[in-house]
């Protein structure tokens, strides 16, 4: 990953975010992209690995774990963070559209044209909604993935031993997880920050609407 092309993508978004938006950027970064990059990816590295049940029937473990484990976390997070922080890059885009659009209008008129956008990164007219509706989007993934992951992983924890009665197995077999208790923090964890991170959302779209 290029660090330094990522800071100054988030330095870019921090100009064009309120008090509430530099918060919840900050929360992203560090609390969840550090947090799955440096640990969690390790943590649920050896999952399928270290997947035991106690029948040697081929077939049994992959089948039983493929049905305790239908989405990964890991991918899960994955996915949810590039969704979560694509609506910043679409106001960035928003403002460099403001921009090149002054841009060709000085180029056509001189210097003395009238501005379209007095200030560009100002959140007004169709940059507002843009902005508006990002933040809702961003809530919106969040709370989606919080509902699948609970779908998923009732209560959104892991049982330290799951018992498996499907086909090919021949009875009801017990099969143990790697590290559940270790797993089962990450994943608290990852839940009470995606919270925090929804809520943070609301109160920007709140006070946006309240300053408008």
């Given at each position: 990953m290029n660090w330094g092309a990522f800071e100054g993508?988030?330095?870019?978004?921090?100009?064009?975010?309120?008090a509430f938006g530099r918060i919840w950027l900050s929360l992203v970064f560090i609390f969840r992209l550090l947090v799955y990059v440096v640990a969690a990816e390790k943590v649920w590295s050896d999952d399928h690995k270290d997947f035991d049940c106690n029948t040697r029937q081929p077939g049994c473990t992959n089948v039983c774990?493929?049905?305790?484990?239908?989405?990964?976390?890991i991918r899960l997070?994955?996915?949810?963070?590039?969704?979560?922080?694509?609506?910043s890059l679409l106001v960035l885009m928003h403002v460099a559209y403001r921009e090149a659009k002054e841009e060709r209008l000085r180029e056509i008129?001189?210097?003395n044209y009238r501005h379209i956008y007095p200030n560009p990164g100002k959140k007004r007219g169709g940059l507002?909604?843009?902005?508006l509706l990002s933040l809702i989007f961003k809530a919106s993934v969040d709370v989606v993935f919080l509902y699948i992951f609970f779908r998923f992983y009732r209560n959104y924890t892991l049982p330290r031993v799951v018992k498996c009665e499907l086909p090919p197995c021949p009875n009801v077999?017990?099969?143990f997880i790697s590290r559940p208790t270790e797993k089962n923090i990450f994943t608290l964890f990852m839940v009470v920050t995606t919270c925090i991170c929804v809520v943070l959302n609301l109160i920007e779209a709140?006070?946006?609407?309240?300053?408008?």
């Open positions: 993508l988030l330095r870019a978004v921090n100009v064009y975010s309120t774990f493929d049905h305790f484990f239908p989405v990964s976390h997070w994955a996915l949810q963070l590039i969704l979560v922080t694509c609506p008129k001189g210097d507002w909604w843009t902005y077999v017990d099969c709140t006070y946006l609407i309240g300053k408008r």
